[in-house]
């Protein structure tokens, strides 16, 4: 059974850093691209970030390049979201996903599979 699994989500100040995982289980994922995605309260869920199957090549939205990161370690079969310089926009329930193909989550917004989600909130 496949299985998407984010931590690593709270509350913050406006200006802090929160780092979110994902750990993905059940199938072979180190083919898969994997992404982020958010959706914040009365609005449609949006890409935040994703990461080639190697890790070489990454894609930001434009509203958190330069202050997001994504990362991965196939080893572990894990995605991480390093979240700096926070603002109170970015307050929103994040998701993991991943897919074979990275176009479908950076262009599409679409995806094979989805984890639960996690909340983050950042304070002004």
């Known amino acids: 059974q496949v299985q998407l699994v984010e931590s690593g989500g709270g509350l913050v100040q406006a200006g802090g850093s929160l780092s979110l995982s994902c750990a993905a289980s059940?199938?072979?994922?180190?083919?898969?691209?994997m992404g982020w995605f958010r959706q914040a309260p009365g609005k449609e869920r949006e890409f935040v970030a994703a990461?080639?199957?190697?890790?070489?090549?990454?894609y930001y939205a434009n509203s958190v390049k330069g202050r997001f990161t994504i990362s991965r370690d196939n080893a572990k079969v894990m995605v991480y979201l390093q979240m700096n310089s926070l603002k109170a926009e970015d307050t929103a329930v994040y998701y993991c996903?991943?897919?074979?193909?990275?176009?479908?989550?950076?262009?599409?917004?679409?995806?094979?599979?989805w984890g639960q989600g996690t909340q983050v909130t950042v304070s002004s």
């Open positions: 990461v080639n199957w190697n890790g070489d090549n990454t």
């Open positions: 059940g199938r072979d994922f180190n083919t898969y691209a």
């Open positions: 996903a991943v897919d074979p193909v990275v176009r479908r989550l950076t262009v599409y917004s679409v995806a094979d599979y």
